[in-house]
Nanobody
Framework: QVQLVESGGGLVQAGGSLRLSCAAS????????MGWFRQAPGKEREFVAA????????YYADSVKGRFTISRDNTKNILYLQMNSLKPEDTAVYFC????????????????????WGQGTQVTVSS
């Protein structure tokens, strides 16, 4: 099993920045792709960004491209999401997730393909 714990959420004004972290423990060697998702009240969980095990390939939702950066430190088993130029519509609970290798292309992983999930951290962006 793999345990994922997010941190770094909070309240920030529009235009500000936050960095989320996700600490992984357990059988972390089994994880290939890691990703960030978010869920706003009354909406479905949506993909934000993903990164391969080596960190060599990343993939972003169009809504965050150019503003958010995903990265990982495999020596510490930590996944990051640097969020800049935040907007009120970025307000949501943010979840990190890990997937065992299933596909060749990172963009082929959908929400249901992720095997492990954290509990989430709240991000609120005020206008």
């Amino acid at each position: 099993q793999v345990q994922l714990v997010e941190s770094g959420g909070g309240l920030v004004q529009a235009g500000g920045s936050l960095r989320l972290s996700c600490a992984a423990s357990g059988r972390t060697f089994s994880i290939d792709v890691m990703g960030w998702f978010r869920q706003a009240p009354g909406k479905e969980r949506e993909f934000v960004a993903a990164i391969t095990k080596s960190g060599g390939s990343t993939y972003y939702a169009d809504s965050v491209k150019g503003r958010f950066t995903i990265s990982r430190d495999n020596t510490k088993n930590i996944l990051y999401l640097q969020m800049n130029s935040l907007k009120p519509e970025d307000t949501a609970v943010y979840f990190c997730a890990g997937a065992i290798r299933k596909y060749y292309r990172i963009r082929d992983y959908s929400t249901g393909d992720y095997d492990y999930w954290g509990q989430g951290t709240q991000v609120t962006v005020s206008s």
